[in-house]
């Protein structure tokens, strides 16, 4: 019986946590925080354990980028940063807040911490995921490179993107962008809506040509530079788990 009551248990738990990861994954824009109305932009995405966010100023200007990976078990929830562009002593700090997600708003709670985000994208697709760089074609030959502290992720999720450049174990920052992308057909387009070293860059739409093979997303169209672009993407997934 106390066999038959502890699965019974552990299959409840893992019901609960499924829903609450799976409630998670998507688009979602700051709407307040502690209580007050945002005047800045701020669009966080969680997907497969990994969250990042980018805040930008008016229609241009970029402020911050921040994530890292996350676990929700029922209402807790707990972050950890990998990267932080305005905070670098952040990084590897752990975050531990009370969460509740209904259908279209995401509210958190902490000591004199309160926000609360509104979602913006639930819609998935095959390149929905948290992908690294591990191949760049380079002088018509493609370079594999091996998986490092230095590296290059972009997520996706809820119709929305962000690339992030840093490495993880020192805590630099080196460079991000993102904003809203649609694939069908073999087609990609990113509508960059925040890049933080050129805001120029700000409403340009980039077309690729992509397909998954092998697990690895293949990306081939031209830079918002003009330059020609072919690249190998690999599913990343972080092995460290969050402990207290």
Do not use: C
Request: proline share 2%; no cysteine; net charge negative.
């Amino acid at each position: 019986m106390k066999i038959l009551f502890s699965f019974i248990a552990f299959s409840i738990f893992q019901h609960v946590n499924a829903q609450s990861l799976a409630g998670l994954e998507g688009s979602w824009e700051l709407i307040s925080e502690n209580k007050t109305p945002v005047a800045l932009t701020t669009v966080r995405i969680y997907q497969d354990g990994f969250f990042a966010e980018g805040t930008k100023e008016g229609d241009y200007e970029f402020k911050s980028a921040k994530g890292g990976i996350f676990e929700v078990e029922g209402s807790s929830y707990t972050e950890k940063f990998e990267f932080n562009s305005e905070e670098k002593e952040q990084v590897g700090n752990i975050n531990n807040l009370v969460v509740e997600v209904t259908k279209d708003t995401l509210k958190f709670e902490g000591q004199d911490f309160s926000q609360t985000w509104l979602k913006i994208g639930d819609y998935q697709d095959d390149l929905s995921g948290v992908w690294i760089i591990t191949g760049r074609e380079r002088n018509g030959e493609m370079q594999r490179r091996e998986i490092g502290d230095r590296k290059t992720i972009k997520i996706l999720s809820g119709t929305r993107f962000q690339w992030i450049a840093y490495n993880s174990a020192t805590g630099e920052f080196f460079a991000t962008g993102g904003g809203s992308y649609l694939s069908k057909y073999g087609r990609y387009i990113e509508n960059i809506e925040f890049f933080s070293k050129d805001d120029f860059r700000v409403g340009a739409s980039l077309t690729f040509d992509y397909q998954i093979m092998n697990n690895e997303w293949n990306h081939r169209g031209k830079s918002s530079t003009g330059d020609p672009v072919n690249e190998i993407w690999s599913p990343y997934k972080p092995e460290e788990i969050i402990q207290n």
